[in-house]
């Protein structure tokens, strides 16, 4: 327990020490690390963006030929480069028309706020990564990647046999900086089909 909290702290000490606006960031470099998800160039939509950690990354990742857009309901107190562009709203009323039109990558670390009942914060979080596959399904380029953060739940198997249909692979993977007690993990779907 003891050395648990110890190493779930490091992350917390290590991203204020390298000014990352949230320990969240070190999820998206294992995730990003293991397959490649972000490049130069991309266009990138990132859905529950706040603090901005994510951002940060993927901002640095596309470099400044690339552009984010990034939407939370929060507004975000990092200010951030040109090309990494934050909204404010909710990703349910968020129109396509306003978003860019063909994306490489949707990234989704949206999470309800928790009401402490497993399975009411389960079918929240379930109707968060349906919406952001819906979104993905429009604008994802063929060959685009996803990365969604789903609590475990009744909904997660058929969320994942929907993503295999229309992805050439999907992974599974619960990163090192989850904390120990939550019940996250992310869905990554590889080569969106054409
Ligand atoms: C875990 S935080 C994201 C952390 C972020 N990836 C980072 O690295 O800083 C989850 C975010 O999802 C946002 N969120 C939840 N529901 C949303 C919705 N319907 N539309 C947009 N954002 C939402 C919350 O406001 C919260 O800021």
Known sequence: MARQRRHQDHFGRRAKREGKAARSVFKLEEIDER????????????????PGSWLQYAGTKVGLSGHVVGYDLKPLD??????VEVRQGDAFEITTDA?????DVLLSDMAP?????HTTDALRSAALVERALALAEKLLKPGGHTVLKVLEGGEVPGII???RSGYTKVELLRPDATRKHSTEMFLIGLGKKA
Do not use: N
Request: aromatic fraction near 6%.
């Open 35 to 50: 397959w490649q998800i972000l490049s130069a160039g991309d266009t990138v939509l990132d859905l529950g963006c706040a």
């Open 78 to 83: 990092v200010s951030f480069p040109a090309h």
């Open 99 to 103: 978003l860019p039109a063909r994306l």
């Open 113 to 117: 706020s928790t009401m402490g009942d």
């Open 161 to 163: 046999k929907a993503m």
